[in-house]
T-cell receptor, first 110, second 120 residues
Framework: GQQLNQSPQSMFIQEGEDVSMNCTSSSIFNTWLWYKQDPGEGPVLLIALYKAGELTSNGRLTAQFGITRKDSFLNISASIPSDVGIYFCAGSSTGNQFYFGTGTSLTVIP | GAVVSQHPSRVICKSGTSVKIECRSLDFQATTMFWYRQFPKQSLMLMATSNEGSKATYEQGVEKDKFLINHASLTLSTLTVTSAHPEDSSFYIC????????????????FGAGTRLSVL
C-alpha cells in the first residue's frame, strides 16, 4: 500500500525545546490525522484535520493541513519527557482508508 | 476509555499453528475495519480492509489465504494467521472508523492496542 514520506525520521531534543515534523504525499488528501504510538501499544489520535489550511491545536500540539493538500505539519511546543514516542501522520482521500507516514521517533532528554 | 478492543494482546505459538485475532468496536458499529502490520521501528502497513457481510479487500502482496479475515458482525472483525511461521511474527493492529455526527460527518480512525505475535 501507499506510504507517506515523514521527516525527520528521528529527533533527539532537550526538554523544553520545540519540535517540528512534517509529512508529504504524492496524492491529494482530504483528511490528515496525527497519532502518537508508545512501545507495544496501538497509535493514539492526537489531532484530526479536515480542511486545507486548517490549523488545529491540542494543548502543546499544533498541526496544520497544507494548502496543497499533499502535506501536513505537527509542532510540539515546550517538550516534556512524556512526549517521547513515535509520531505518525496518516492521510486519506476517502475519509475511510488511511495510509501512514514512516514515523518520527522523538527522544526528549531531561 | 478504549473505543476499539483488540484481543489477545500477545500470543506465542508454534510454527504451523493458526492464530485468531479479534477486533471489536465497543460503542459504535463499523461496517469497515482495517488490519495493519507493523515491524519493529517501522510504520504501519495496511494489510487489508475488512468489510461486513462481504469479502475483505487485500493490499498488493498480502496473501489472502494466509491472512483470513472475517467480518461477521457490525462490531467484530477477526484476522486469522493460518499455518503461522516465524516470518509472520509481528505486531498486528486493527482500526475502525467512527463517524462523528452533524451535517459534515467526519471519520476518525480508532486503533486497537495491537497484538504481538511471536511464532517459534
Amino acid at each position: 500500500g501507499q506510504q507517506l514520506n515523514q521527516s525527520p525520521q528521528s529527533m533527539f531534543i532537550q526538554e523544553g525545546e520545540d519540535v517540528s515534523m512534517n509529512c508529504t504525499s504524492s496524492s491529494i488528501f482530504n483528511t490528515w490525522l496525527w497519532y502518537k504510538q508508545d512501545p507495544g501499544e496501538g497509535p493514539v489520535l492526537l489531532i484530526a484535520l479536515y480542511k486545507a489550511g486548517e490549523l488545529t491545536s491540542n494543548g502543546r500540539l499544533t498541526a496544520q493541513f497544507g494548502i496543497t493538500r499533499k502535506d501536513s505539519f505537527l509542532n510540539i511546543s515546550a517538550s516534556i519527557p512524556s512526549d517521547v514516542g513515535i509520531y505518525f501522520c496518516a492521510g486519506s482521500s476517502t475519509g475511510n482508508q488511511f495510509y501512514f507516514g514512516t514515523g518520527t521517533s522523538l527522544t526528549v532528554i531531561p | 476509555g478504549a473505543v476499539v478492543s483488540q484481543h489477545p494482546s500477545r500470543v506465542i505459538c508454534k510454527s504451523g499453528t493458526s492464530v485468531k485475532i479479534e477486533c471489536r468496536s465497543l460503542d459504535f458499529q463499523a461496517t469497515t475495519m482495517f488490519w495493519y502490520r507493523q515491524f519493529p521501528k517501522q510504520s504501519l502497513m495496511l494489510m487489508a480492509t475488512s468489510n461486513e457481510g462481504s469479502k475483505a479487500t487485500y493490499e498488493q502482496g498480502v496473501e489472502k489465504d494466509k491472512f483470513l479475515i472475517n467480518h461477521a458482525s457490525l462490531t467484530l472483525s477477526t484476522l486469522t494467521v493460518t499455518s503461522a511461521h516465524p516470518e509472520d511474527s509481528s505486531f498486528y493492529i486493527c482500526s475502525a472508523p467512527k463517524t462523528s455526527g452533524g451535517v459534515r460527518a467526519k471519520n476518525i480512525q480508532y486503533f486497537g492496542a495491537g497484538t504481538r505475535l511471536s511464532v517459534l
